[in-house]
């Protein structure tokens, strides 16, 4: 009985030690306020992911690049497009020509095709525009 009487207080403090820990500490966090990246950067990492065949990522990339560079919308337009998602492709082409201010610049680049599928008439390739 002795034993259980020497252990209690033990018991009690762990107890109360573990309580406040669990409920009012929290691990501290690395919390970063600016974006470590130039818009540049995100762009070349946006067109390394998307040649890995990695198009989500390359989307978030291009996004975040689109901010400040905003040629990175044709980019962004031709992850959608590989993705098949052709709404929001258009939308990021459109908003590449606005945002630049010329159609003209955005051109297919030498030996590409109309990227259509002559028997079906369906998209089958990225049309793969670049600004020159």
Not at 16 to 39: G, H, K, N, Q, Y
Not at 42 to 70: N, Q, T
Request: proline share 5%.
């Amino acid at each position: 009985m002795l034993d259980l009487k020497c252990q209690l207080p033990y018991f009690l403090l762990f107890s109360l030690c573990s309580l406040l820990f669990s409920s009012s500490c929290a691990l501290p966090r690395i919390i970063v306020l600016e974006d470590p990246l130039t818009a540049e950067e995100h762009l070349s990492l946006g067109v390394a992911y998307e040649k890995r065949g990695e198009f989500d990522s390359a989307i978030k990339e291009y996004r975040l690049a689109a901010k400040k560079l905003p040629i990175a919308y044709l980019h962004l337009g031709n992850s959608h497009f590989q993705k098949n998602e052709l709404h929001e492709a258009e939308e990021s082409y459109k908003e590449a020509v606005m945002t630049t201010g010329r159609a003209g610049g955005l051109r297919r680049p030498p030996g590409r095709g109309h990227g259509l599928d002559s028997s079906s008439n369906c998209a089958r390739r990225s049309p793969v525009f670049c600004c020159w």
